[in-house]
């Protein structure tokens, strides 16, 4: 019986987490009151308000003489003209899409070259006179005068 309970403390012992102490904090919110702090407006009021006599500067600066258009309807018109251009680039691209697609189907449609060029017409007859079967040669002379017609 002694040693079931030693082991059973033991093992209680073992299983039994130790949580690490939290260190005392000194920290305490009993202060002195700080000084009122001096606020000044700020960025966010400044900001807006330095903008409202520079927008009327930049106003009377772009402002048009009698046979200009406005500023704006100039950029306006700007970046029309450059839409214009990529249209009509655009346009350009699809006619020649198209007609690459055209030459293709017409490639893949035509009948392949039907004669073999040669560089010498020799090469018809050229083979081993040994071991061939009487009657297996046919007569090529004429394609042979053929090719030395074509190569004069």
Known sequence: MQSLRRTVVST?????????????????DEHHHAQPVNESFGKGF??????????????????????????????????????????LRNDLHVQMIEQAGADRVLFNNTRPQEFIDLRFPEIMSA??????PAGSQANISHVIAKYRKEQI
């Open 127 to 132: 083979g081993s006179p040994y071991n061939v």
């Open 46 to 87: 400044w900001i807006p308000i330095a903008l409202i006599p520079l927008g009327y500067g930049l106003y009377q600066v772009s402002r048009y003489a009698d046979n200009e258009k406005p500023l704006l309807t100039r950029v306006i018109d700007k970046y029309t003209e450059l839409q214009e251009q990529r249209a």
């Open 12 to 28: 209680a012992r073992k299983g039994r987490t130790t949580l690490p102490r939290q260190p005392r904090r000194y920290a305490h």
